[in-house]
């Protein structure tokens, strides 16, 4: 347990660098687009290749990313149906907003924070699981998403859209990683230590990025939106408590309950924002939901985190 809360410590010291160094002026919020692009375009991409590039997808391995992949497919349907349930009481919010408050409830940031956070908490293996579940979130984000956002109103999406906005570096990553683990390949060592080192940089890089998106979110006028305050607690709290009562009695292996659980705990997905903005619904009120979720998952995910450490072993 010990151990666990020291990586959280070194995790959320990164985010305060991010904070102090934004509001010093060192790294303005200007900077922040190409810091993201950077993140999203080369280091986590090098990550996950180079974590699944030398992985053993067979036997037991194969076994566990199967069921992420599909429990967390199902996973994302039966939450955006209790969202839909949960958005019925949200009586002070524009019925015209209720999706986006819906996509708030469901969109995790399981990928841009997840990644980072999972490996240096749980390791490669873990690690690995979440990159597999990022699949189904992927689809997520740029399927299901889009028609949450357009609750109410009539959908721009076609199935074009939705097949080009699927093709991005970390999805090609995690095909291209996969190819490596199914096929028993090996990168010669000059090109592994490359996406190795490349892909160290995403952990540091994330959290000053969040660090940077904390210092210039305001957040006084957001805590009077008691809807947006509820859509963040069912988002941050309610999500990760109630996959865990859905599947702690399954029979699977803690690895595969822990990724389950710890994915859910994340904080609002970033993307969410702009995939809501392309639908031209309420892009702050989602903007202002990913500003809410991550402040509080600093207090959440540290103990979520030793939770699922200490109870499932890990």
Known sequence: MIAVLSKILVIFAMILLGFIVCKAGILPFESNKYLVNLLLLITTPCMIISSMAGGDIHGEALKQTLQVLVLSAVWFVVMSLLAFLFAKFMKRTPKEDLGVLMVIMVAMNSGFMGFPVTRAIF???????????????????????????????????????????????????????????????????????????????????????VGIQLANSDFRGVFRNKDLLLTSGINIIGMPLLTFLLVNWLPLAPEVKTTLIFAAAFPCAVASVGIISKEGRNASLAAEGVAVTTALSLITLPIIATLLSSYYGL
Not at 127 to 152: E, W
Not at 168 to 191: C, E, R, S
């Open 123 to 209: 390791g490669d293996y873990l690690f690995l699981l979440m990159v597999i579940q990022n699949v189904s979130l992927n689809v997520y984000i740029y399927f299901i998403a889009p028609m949450q956002a357009n609750y109410g109103h009539s959908s721009s999406q076609t199935v074009k859209h939705v097949l080009v906005s699927l093709v991005n570096p970390a999805t090609i990553a995690v095909l291209v990683g996969m190819a490596l683990m199914f096929g028993g390949l090996t990168l010669p060592a000059p090109v592994m230590e490359f996406f190795t080192t490349v892909g160290d940089a995403t952990i540091p890089l994330s959290m000053i990025i």
